[in-house]
Structures are given as structure tokens and as C-alpha cells.
């Protein structure tokens, strides 16, 4: 598991190309038979890929964070982005097809992720944050959601919102995670852009086609930087910086929230006049 350390917004200002990439974006998440993961500082959220083979796989964290099984105080979140898979938690199977995702609350011991076909694996995307309460493990199938639709043409933001881990679904402690998929023609997210001081956020883009590029917009209002990012990457956006993003096509993204509260449309929206 890879570290990374939190950064007060006045050291990007003075971070290169390199340093920009190395301090937030995670370029390789997945890979045939291993569990790729990052843990945080901003929140101690930990976010990355499993992607099981030939075997299963689990993830075996303890001594890491001073526990004796890795959700002894966490809660998780799973959605699966490859093909059909399944998760065992404490025996119980829950299977996953494409785009299936899965609350597991605090307390669960043992977790096992497996592919149904060793050649077209599962991907499955899993982010933990600290929990101090036990609420009940929930499988949330992509055909359960009734998705929110944002958007229009003329701005190239027409987009389907699945919120997964969120109230309208079940409950969790401070844990929220949705996909958000862009219709062809819309380059888009979340323009006018926000921050939410209250909370931090992982963004994950996929679903694109290999010469695709997403260009990830974050920073202060008044001091924007960029990433450029491949199919696949994540990127850590502290709760003071922006986060909105444009690219070469339409696109998917997971959107992974903590800090301190639940509520979605908690933000603080930045006039166009104000970006720099």
C-alpha cells in the first residue's frame, strides 16, 4: 500500500508537472492477480483496485493501521468496473456484474474478492474510511438505481448520476461513493465547478478508449492546475481544492467522498469570474 501525505494549497503553487502527479494522481490501479492500493492522509481514506485471476484475493491490511483486520474500524465501499466477479464477506457471496456495487460496514473480518473468468477479470474498485458504528452490509445493483439526469447539450455536460453509497440507498458512517457517466457528446463535469471545505473526494475515470485523455482541473478557485490522466487513474482532491474535469470524449467516473457529513449537495459553488 502507497502512502500519500496531505499538502496545504500554498505548496502547489510552487509543485511542476511532476511533482503535481506524484503528490495526487494514482496511475496504475489495476492489474491481473494483485490488490493496488493508495492510503491518503487527507481523511485516511484508502482507495484502490483489486483485480482477482487465477485466485482469489484479499485484502490484508493490520498491521498498517494498527488493528487486527482492516475493517475492525473501517467501512468500504465496492463498485465493480471489469467483468463479472464475485465478493465473499465472513462466508456470504455476493455476486457482481459490471457497474454492481456493495456497502460493507464495520466489523466484517474476512473479505475475498474472486473473477468468474480468470481471462476477462473482475475490477473491483473499493474505497475505505474510518467508521465508528456498525451499519448493515447492502449489495447496490446497477439496475436498483434510478439515476439522476444533469445536463444539457449546449454546455457538454449532459450526465447520468448513480449514487450508490448514499442515504437513498443505505446507511453508512461518513462514506459516500457514485458513477457518473457522460453521454456521447459531453466532455463535462461539474462546470460551474464547487469545492466542499466540509469534505474530500477521489475521483476514478474510466470506461475510455485508450487514446482518450481526461484533463482533471483542481487547485484553489484563484490558483487551477491540471493533470492529465489515462483510462483507468485515479486522483485525490483535498476538500479545499476544486475538481472538475473536460477530455477528448465522453467518459465514466467514480466519485469516493468523506469528511463530515452525508449530504450530497453540501457545496460551495465558485462563480465562472472567480476561476483562474
Not at 494483485?34 to 484475493?57: Q, S
Not at 459531453?186 to 469545492?195: F, G, Q
Not at 475510455?208 to 485525490?236: S, W
Request: net charge negative; proline share 5%.
Amino acid at each position: 500500500m502507497e502512502t500519500r501525505y496531505a499538502n496545504h494549497p500554498e505548496e502547489i503553487k510552487r509543485y511542476n508537472t511532476d511533482e503535481l502527479r506524484s503528490h495526487f494522481l494514482v496511475e496504475k490501479l489495476f492489474e491481473p492477480g494483485k490488490v493496488l492500493l493508495t492510503y491518503t492522509h487527507h481523511d485516511r481514506m484508502i482507495f484502490g483496485g483489486v483485480t482477482p485471476a487465477e485466485n482469489e484475493l484479499t485484502i490484508k491490511l493490520d498491521k498498517e493501521l494498527g488493528v487486527e483486520y482492516f475493517l475492525e474500524r473501517r467501512e468500504l465501499g465496492i463498485i465493480n468496473i471489469g467483468a463479472a466477479g464475485t465478493v465473499i464477506l465472513d462466508g456470504e457471496e455476493y455476486n457482481m456484474v459490471n457497474h454492481d456495487g456493495l456497502y460493507v460496514g464495520r466489523g466484517t473480518k474476512e473479505i475475498l474478492f474472486r473473477s468468474e473468468n480468470q481471462n476477462n477479470p473482475a475490477k473491483f474498485y473499493v474505497v475505505s474510511t474510518p467508521a465508528h458504528h456498525t451499519y448493515p452490509t447492502v449489495k447496490i445493483g446497477i439496475d436498483q438505481i434510478k439515476p439522476l439526469e444533469l445536463g444539457e447539450p449546449k454546455t457538454l455536460n449532459e450526465r447520468k448520476i448513480n449514487q450508490y453509497i448514499h442515504p437513498n440507498n443505505c446507511q453508512s458512517c461518513q462514506l459516500q461513493m457514485g458513477l457518473t457517466q457522460l453521454q456521447p457528446g459531453s466532455v463535462w463535469n461539474t462546470m460551474p465547478c464547487h469545492t466542499h471545505e466540509r469534505r474530500m473526494e477521489v475521483y476514478l475515470y474510466f470506461d475510455m478508449e485508450p487514446e482518450t485523455r481526461v484533463f482533471h482541473f483542481m487547485g484553489e478557485p484563484n490558483e487551477t492546475r491540471h493533470l492529465v490522466m489515462k483510462n483507468e487513474q485515479a486522483t485525490i482532491s483535498p476538500s479545499w481544492s476544486i475538481h472538475t474535469g473536460t477530455a477528448t470524449s465522453n467518459y465514466t467516473f467514480i466519485w469516493a467522498m468523506c469528511g463530515e457529513n452525508i449530504t450530497y449537495d453540501d457545496m460551495d459553488f465558485v462563480e465562472m469570474d472567480q476561476l483562474r
